[in-house]
Structures are given as C-alpha cells and as structure tokens.
C-alpha cells in the first residue's frame, strides 16, 4: 500500500468525452500522457516492484529449503546396512550426469 501512494497522489484525471453518444468518462493516469519517458520508466519500476523483486525472493528462500531438504538426507537411518546405502548413493551419483552436476552444484554453494 505504501508504494501505491505515489500513484494516488501524483495521478492526473482525464475527461473523455464522445458528443455522438452523448457519453462522457473520466480516467485516472499515474503520469501525464504527454510524458513518454515517464511512462516508460513508470511501467519499468512497476514491473521490477510488483514482479521481479518478489521473484527473486521467492527463488532464494525455494533455494534455501532444497538446500535444507538436501542436508537433511545425510541424517537418514539406513534400513540395515550403512555402507551398502552410501555406496549405492556414490555409485548413483556417478551414473546419474544430472544428479552429478546438481550435487556438485549444491556442495559447492554449501
């Protein structure tokens, strides 16, 4: 709401009319209609604020609870055997080039 309020301060009213029909409007814009800089720059800011910004915000605690998720895999009982989990996971690790570059990609980041 806080960034909103430059909108709502800032706004010009437009009256538009059509004496054919006899109807008439008003509409509000946030800059002059004359301004294309400003009009350009304003849909820019907006598409960063509302878009972009929350995006990547998202994208980093998405990334912080894979990284979590993918700890947290180390802390798992093994059924029986230990040594035949870990050898089944490093024997994956190596046929798998997908899961290979992720893994490489998240100890490196870790």
């Avoid at 301060?9 to 008003?26: G, Q």
């Avoid at 024997?91 to 570059?101: E, G, I, Q, Y």
Wanted: with cysteine; charged share 20%; hydrophobic share 45%.
């Amino acid at each position: 709401m806080i960034l909103a309020i430059p909108e709502a301060v800032f706004s010009d009213l437009y009256s538009f009319s059509n004496p054919e029909k006899n109807v008439s409007f008003e509409a509000c814009a946030p800059y002059p209609v004359s301004e294309k800089i400003l009009q350009e720059a304003h849909s820019l800011v907006c598409f960063l604020v509302f878009y972009i910004i929350p995006l990547a915000v998202i994208s980093v605690y998405y990334f912080l609870i894979a990284k979590t998720l993918y700890k947290s895999t180390f802390n798992m009982p093994a059924e029986e055997h230990g040594h035949a989990r870990k050898q089944v996971r490093k024997d994956h690790k190596l046929r798998c080039p997908a899961f290979r570059s992720l893994s490489i990609l998240i100890e490196i980041l870790i």
